[in-house]
């Protein structure tokens, strides 16, 4: 794929590309291997009666522009994955990166580090025997701030974490090795549908907050009113409060436009020029100034995750951490959610499975009071179902918010790593579900997206610092599910709309107009069949529809799996974030929003959690006093 041109390494004869990819894929679950190997045979079998493999450099890169003209999706999809793989894999050796002059550095404005965060204790797992009042399933927005409200509340609180424990002291160095330990299944997470769509999520201590951009957005109203309206959310006004004392833990602050880097500028100053709203983004970053890599965890941990903010607080309330600890089965008793059945994982790669894998020991944990799960909206309804808990609505209504990365070429160098990952937001086209950010993919992942193949892609890769990106984001009504396949491993299919495509494509040719006026030379849509757009070929690119197979799309925010709604009929969970069904079981994740939120969703799913734990805790303390007064 990569055959070494103008400086750039060959891929295998001067740099290892297949070792350390084979070694990441070691570590993904089986289910995803074994898709993974299908796909990889089609590829190979492609240029039937020869293989891939076989053909000659010059025959290889012939059918590899063949694939690329080819009007079938397929074709596309085996293209976009072999190139996936092979870049990830290349794009992140040291040889590659160096004649590109891609660097990674993160810095704040002033050159400091961040205050070192609290001690998370021991997290080393116990085994038999643990108990306590409140157990939490998970450790990101929603399991951290549960576990904050509830310790502070004086609750006895024990957080399960499936994934290892990272910071500025151990995130692996190595890319690919952090995609890994970071990630749950190695980030190859996907919805199945046409088209499929990945669904990265992570697997580590403060969960997917630990990667995430940092980019803080409280809900809309509207969204608000609607989950008031229809879904009887009495209290979906009232989070004021919780979102102003989350901003303050998180030191979210607006970026310095002066500050953020050559990627958000070009966005600002397209969106200007042609008159759509929008501003610098919030983040839990303080003053950050650079980089691009928060996808790998902030090697200086300037961005706010919860393992450095909310984690460490609950900690000090008394609360313990234990990583490496998954919860396979909830345990009920009378009705009543008693603990779980769990187990620890002896070496980094954890994989979800139906039982406990080999290597592993089982454990019980109890809970006095309640149990709480906060496995995030792929992690939730998979441990819900396998109890077989909840009801028919676990599992349904997944969005997604599907994104496109919409790349543009400039004259000028952009270097988009010197600055911000995600900068600037443009919420002119709000009513349409349209909401666009300037973000800057690190090479690894956004070298894929790069056009062309062979010689022509890595052409490409030599041009990185001349590309900006502005990534669209769409306010979903198509839905999907998570279910639980033969073996018991997590399936998640999403059924993209034709209006939902057509609203992509509509958000795809206004951050193209971004681009263009901002100077961009050519945009590239993402979707096969237009390849590039130049200036003056977006009159035509408006009139064409796209079937929603053509788009190629990505998705950072599962949503909605256990959804809450008074209607016990509407709904897994109640207002209160009580599982239908069950006593003393609650969720406290973005599996409970109702439907697409429409903007970056920590803050709410942390404004969710926020009152979910401060209902555990008055009950809790409600049912303490009536026992007192029935004693006395
Ligand atoms: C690349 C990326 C960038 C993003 N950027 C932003 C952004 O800039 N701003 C924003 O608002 N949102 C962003 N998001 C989304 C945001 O981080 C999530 O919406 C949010 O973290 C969800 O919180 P959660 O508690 O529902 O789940 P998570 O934060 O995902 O936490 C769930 C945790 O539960 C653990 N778990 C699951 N099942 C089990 C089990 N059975 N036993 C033990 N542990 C379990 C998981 O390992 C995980 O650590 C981004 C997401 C991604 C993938
Ligand atoms: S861009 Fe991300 S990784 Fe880099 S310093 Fe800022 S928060 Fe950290």
């Known amino acids: 794929m990569a055959p070494g041109i103008d400086g750039l390494p060959a891929a295998e004869r001067d740099v290892d590309v297949s070792g350390p990819v084979a070694r990441f894929l070691a570590t993904t679950s089986p289910?995803?291997?074994?898709?993974?190997?299908?796909?990889?045979?089609?590829?190979?079998?492609?240029?039937?009666?020869?293989?891939?493999?076989?053909?000659?450099?010059?025959?290889?890169e012939d059918f590899l522009h063949r694939l690329e003209r080819s009007r079938l999706s397929l074709h596309h999809d085996l293209l976009l994955m072999a190139k996936l793989f092979s870049t990830l894999g290349y794009a992140v050796t040291p040889q590659v990166q160096d004649r590109i002059g891609f660097e990674i550095g993160c810095a704040r404005a002033d050159g400091s580090l961040p205050e070192p965060a609290g001690s998370l204790g021991d997290t080393e797992p116990q085994g038999e025997g643990e108990e306590c009042d409140v157990l939490i399933i998970g450790s990101g927005a929603g399991g951290a701030v549960a576990a904050?409200?509830?310790?502070?509340?004086?609750?006895?609180?024990?957080?399960?974490?499936a994934g290892g424990h990272y910071n500025r002291d151990n995130y692996p160095s190595d890319h690919l090795e952090a995609i890994s330990e970071l990630y749950r299944d190695a980030g190859l997470t996907i919805a199945e549908g046409r088209p499929p769509i990945p669904v990265p999520v992570a697997k580590v201590v403060g969960g997917t907050t630990v990667i995430n951009s940092g980019t803080c957005f409280r809900a809309p109203d509207p969204v608000l009113e609607d989950w008031r309206q229809h879904f009887g959310i009495s209290w979906a006004h009232d989070l004021d409060a919780d979102f102003a004392e989350a901003e303050e833990t998180l030191h979210v602050t607006q970026l310095d436009p002066e500050r953020i880097g050559r990627n958000g500028q070009l966005a600002m100053e397209g969106a200007a020029a042609i008159g759509a709203s929008g501003a610098p983004i919030f983040r839990n970053a303080g003053n950050c100034v650079q980089c691009s890599s928060c996808p790998f965890g902030c090697e200086i941990d300037a961005k706010r995750g919860m393992h450095v903010s909310y984690l460490p607080r609950a900690v000090a309330a008394g609360a313990r951490v234990r990583a490496g600890v998954e919860a396979h089965r909830i345990l009920v008793e009378d009705g009543r959610a008693v603990g779980v059945e769990a187990a620890?994982?002896?070496?980094?790669?954890i994989r979800s499975q139906l039982r406990p894998p080999a290597g592993t020991r089982s454990f019980t944990v109890r809970a006095r009071r309640a149990v709480i799960v906060a496995g995030g909206a792929l992690g939730t309804p998979e441990l819900l179902q396998r109890s077989g808990l909840g009801g028919r609505h676990v599992g349904r209504n997944l969005h997604i918010h599907p994104a496109c990365w919409v790349g543009a070429r400039y004259d000028e160098e952009v270097r988009g790593w010197d600055g911000v990952m995600q900068s600037f937001y443009i919420d002119q086209w709000e009513h349409e579900r349209v909401l666009l950010e300037a973000t800057f993919t690190?090479?690894?992942?956004?070298?894929?997206?790069?056009?062309?193949?062979?010689?022509d892609h890595?052409?490409?890769?030599?041009?990185?610092?001349?590309?900006?990106s502005i990534g669209v984001h769409l306010c979903d009504q198509s839905s999907g599910k998570v279910g639980l396949g033969a073996e018991g491993s997590l399936r998640a299919s999403y059924k993209l709309t034709a209006a939902d495509a057509?609203?992509?494509?509509?958000?795809?040719?206004?951050?193209?107009?971004?681009?263009?006026?901002?100077?961009?030379?050519?945009?590239?849509?993402?979707?096969?069949?237009?390849?590039?757009?130049?200036?003056g070929d977006l009159a035509q690119f408006e009139a064409t529809t796209f079937k929603p197979a053509e788009l190629r799309l990505e998705a950072f925010h599962p949503m909605g799996t256990a959804r809450m709604a008074a209607d016990p009929g509407e709904g897994a969970c109640g207002i209160d974030g009580a599982v239908h069904g069950t006593t003393d079981?609650?969720?406290?994740?973005?599996?409970?929003?109702?439907?697409?939120?429409?903007?970056?969703?920590m803050m709410t799913v942390i404004a969710f959690a926020k009152q979910v734990a401060r209902g555990v805790a008055e009950e809790r303390a409600s049912s303490s006093s009536r026992q007192i007064s029935s004693v006395s």
Not at 148 to 161: I, K, P, R, S, Y
Not at 344 to 349: C, D, E, L, M, T
Not at 458 to 468: I, S
Not at 592 to 599: A, E, I, N
Request: aromatic content about 10%.
């Open 31 to 60: 289910r995803v291997l074994t898709r993974l190997r299908l796909g990889l045979r089609a590829f190979e079998w492609l240029p039937f009666p020869w293989r891939f493999s076989r053909l000659d450099p010059a025959a290889q």
């Open 344 to 349: 620890v994982v002896i070496g980094s790669a």
């Open 458 to 468: 890595q052409r490409a890769m030599l041009d990185f610092g001349h590309v900006g």
């Open 502 to 535: 057509r609203r992509l494509a509509f958000g795809i040719a206004r951050a193209a107009e971004v681009h263009f006026a901002a100077g961009a030379t050519e945009v590239y849509p993402n979707i096969a069949r237009v390849g590039v757009l130049k200036p």
């Open 148 to 161: 904050t409200e509830l310790a502070e509340a004086g609750l006895d609180v024990l957080v399960l974490e």
């Open 585 to 601: 079981l609650y969720v406290a994740d973005a599996s409970l929003f109702p439907t697409s939120v429409g903007v970056n969703p």
């Open 442 to 455: 690190p090479l690894a992942f956004g070298g894929a997206w790069l056009l062309g193949a062979g010689r």
